[in-house]
């Protein structure tokens, strides 16, 4: 397959969706993680997880909308989902150990 042939925007298009879908995933994980100390600063993770959905993913989105840089798009959304996996992975971590 050819470089010209990809479509890059139905490609950037997924990821975003895709990242999205796991930003909304943390919500439910999050919420369900078990009161290590009663404090509820597990809550807090969300904020770190809506930085990243908010530099690489709505971006993303406008410029899937919008139809510009289609592979610049592509490559902004797939480093959305690497920065989603190690923080994700840190925070996994420091959770009390639950079923997420």
Sequence with gaps: MALD???FRKIAALV???GTLFWLYTFYAIAHV???DGTGFQRLAVFPLGMVF???FLPAWLLV???RLPR???ALAVCGLIAFAVLWAQLLQEFPRAVL
């Design 16 to 18: 975003a969706a895709a």
């Design 5 to 7: 042939t990809v479509n």
């Design 54 to 56: 908010g530099l690489f």
């Design 72 to 74: 610049f798009t592509a």
């Design 65 to 67: 909308a919008i139809g």
């Design 34 to 36: 078990p009161p290590g």
